[in-house]
């Protein structure tokens, strides 16, 4: 009789045991719990600003992106977006917290 053959000296695992757990498993856990704060952020206005750091006057307001720039794009810069004046950027640096405009 072999040794694997007697009692006690199996290779096999003895009472419950849980599964283990693939990296392919913690990689879908992880982008489960990521994907709702990307896919919310995108879908705002601003992306970490407040409203009132982009109620840049026109004439203030300092280019943030190149040509033809969407509003996703600008906002996922960190910049805010208004394309509503014709003539002055539409992507422009946000206010700093505090900082006001007269």
Same mark, same amino acid.
């Given at each position: 009789?072999?040794?694997?053959g007697?009692?006690?000296m199996?290779? *096999?695992?003895?009472?419950?045991?849980?599964?283990?757990?693939?990296?392919?498993?913690?990689t879908?856990?992880?982008?489960?719990m990521?994907?709702?704060?990307?896919?919310?952020?995108?879908?705002?206005?601003?992306?970490?600003?407040?409203?009132?750091q982009?109620?840049?006057?026109? #004439?203030?307001?300092?280019?943030c992106?190149?040509?033809?720039?969407?509003? *996703?794009?600008c906002?996922?810069?960190? =910049? =805010?977006?208004?394309?509503?004046?014709?003539?002055?950027?539409w992507?422009? #640096?946000?206010?700093? *917290?505090g *900082?006001?405009?007269f």
């Amino acid at each position: 009789m072999s040794l694997l053959g007697r009692r006690g000296m199996s290779s *096999e695992p003895t009472g419950p045991q849980s599964p283990p757990v693939t990296m392919e498993a913690r990689t879908f856990w992880l982008l489960l719990m990521v994907l709702p704060l990307v896919s919310s952020s995108s879908t705002g206005q601003y992306v970490g600003l407040s409203p009132n750091q982009c109620m840049v006057p026109a #004439k203030d307001r300092v280019d943030c992106a190149y040509p033809d720039v969407t509003a *996703e794009q600008c906002t996922n810069r960190g =910049c =805010c977006f208004d394309s509503s004046i014709p003539g002055v950027p539409w992507c422009f #640096k946000p206010l700093q *917290e505090g *900082e006001c405009t007269f």
